[in-house]
């Protein structure tokens, strides 16, 4: 690829240009559980007088989903924000995938059946159980249950990692009652034997990311693959025993159970099983897949490791090529901010802490592992804490801060472009506490206010936006009044967990006016909505002083 050619009349900022995602922060549509409209952030509003502001798509066909009934997420998110084009993401793929059949006529599907065939053995599911569509559908599962039982196999076991977060906190029994009923009719006639065989809430087991904990996965391979853990006679017992024991919990965090007939588990996974995990998404698939992958992996012991026959729905990173085996190819996303700044010889920098670390770097360089440039490249990861969201709302914003101050500061081999990703109104926003999201929201409000100083010093440019929203819509609403839905229960609002289909800001902060910056005719003024958060992209290459890629989408300013 070619470098970037400067541009003719604009030569860039004295100090960096500096790209602040404020993860889950987003323009609500109600007043009642907007978070974000009930906080006191001072320094949006005073941007939003003194900078140039627009509002971008942030979900839907602006970020590659399926349709625009599809919220946005992390990750595709940074995808759109680091490639400046989209690209139809992993639940489209595998729509298109079942669709045209190109999945159960790919040579991993057949391998894997083929498998249990010939080995007479079992055939097992895992992944998120809902209609969330973020990391997986359920109904793609439902697709591969009524294929696999047409191409033959007789006995197949589905381990279910209950949501609750990307849909409503207490709707696990909805997916398992939908489950059920297609498990009744498949298995009708006594000829196959379908069946839920373990579960549990995805932050309790298996889903971890980015090495956060992996005593989340040590704990899910001893309920998925080796049968251990508390017993139930079904999914829905299990799940009603840990309503019944804390009766506010949200799905995401029930406990984790095993299903067993007759004293024994049903779906314990041996020697000659094949395996599916079926979630598209990457970043919590990666750490099970290397354990079912890894001759020498130091995580935990897993032993016995069972010699299966292990396929992803997709794979999860391409250049280290987890996993080995995938039913479905992942977009190919190239030429992305990361890789023409390296070939064109800029410096820059990614920061966040853990829990979005992989989402600066590795999904911001289009689900590609590593730098481009070790020389120009520079990747901080803050350690995230290990405690509830919701007890400490602050996460690591401060820190984060304190580092990305000390580089827009830096006189030696300066950065030209720094990105980075607060996760505050996304992770606790997931937690539905209120009193914790406004914290965590007025937490982000007070370190922008921290960057914007520095910006001004340093003579920058500050491009503050996220890539989705979350924190804005924390309520139930009901879809045809809008009214807000009261649990009846408690009498309270019933808390939303999900991502919102709210826009997000996009603020344009030119303190020495050397930019000359004004919004685009394509931007469509302060109430935007022309354009998605992939125009991001070619915004920041011409705030740096580059001419962004002809098939990029168009920038949200105009400079010189």
Known sequence: MES?????????????????????????????????????????????????????KAHGLAVGMPSDDDMGNSEIGHNAIGCG????????????????????EGETWKKLVENCRTRQSALHFIGLFSDGNVHSHIAHLEAMLREAKTAGIRRARVHILLDGRDVPPQSALVYVD????????INAGGAVDFAIASGGGRMKITMDRYGADWDMVRLGWAIHVQGEGPAF??????????????????DQDLPPFVITRDGQPVGPIRDGDSVIFFNFRGDRAIEISRAFEEEALDKFDRSP????????????????????????????????VGEYLARTGVRQMAISETQKFGHVTYFFNGNRSGKFDDKLETYVEVPSDRVPFEDRPWMKAAEITDKVIEAIERKRNRFRFIR????????????????AVQIAVETVD???????????????????????????????????????????????????????????????????????????????????????????????????????????????????
Request: glycine share 12%.
């Open 4 to 56: 970037l050619k400067p541009l003719a009349h604009y030569r860039g900022s004295k100090g960096p240009v500096v790209l602040m995602i404020m993860d889950g922060i987003g323009i609500g549509r109600y007043e009642e559980g907007d978070m974000v409209r009930a906080s006191s952030t001072p320094h949006m509003d005073w941007l939003r007088t003194h900078a140039p502001f627009t509002q971008l």
């Open 85 to 104: 084009r989209v690209f139809d993401q992993g639940a489209s793929l595998v729509n298109k995938a079942i669709e045209s059949r190109s999945l159960f």
């Open 178 to 185: 939908r489950l059920e009923a297609l498990l009744k009719d």
């Open 233 to 250: 006679a079904s999914a829905r017992a299990a799940i009603e025993a840990g309503r019944a024991a804390n009766p506010s919990v949200i």
């Open 305 to 336: 490791r069972p010699d299966a026959q292990y396929a992803g729905m997709m794979q999860y990173d391409g250049d280290l090529g987890i996993p080995r085996q995938f039913l479905v190819p992942p977009p190919g996303i190239d030429r992305t």
């Open 420 to 435: 980075l990703n607060y996760a505050n109104g996304d992770m606790v926003g997931h937690t539905g506490v209120t009193q």
């Open 446 to 560: 007070l370190c922008l206010g921290r960057v914007r100083r520095a910006v001004e010093k340093a003579g920058g440019l500050l491009v503050t936006t996220a890539d989705h929203g979350n924190a804005d819509d924390m309520y139930e609403h009901d879809k045809k009044t809008g009214a807000v839905v009261i649990d009846t229960r408690t009498g309270e609002p019933k808390a939303r967990t999900a991502h919102s289909l709210n826009p997000v800001p996009c603020y344009l902060y030119d303190p020495a006016g050397t930019a000359n910056l004004r919004l685009s005719d394509a931007a469509g003024g302060t109430q935007g909505g022309k354009l998605g958060i992939s125009s991001l992209a070619a915004t920041c290459l011409k705030l740096i002083g580059y001419e962004p890629p002809e098939d990029y989408d168009p920038s949200i300013v105009d400079v010189g």
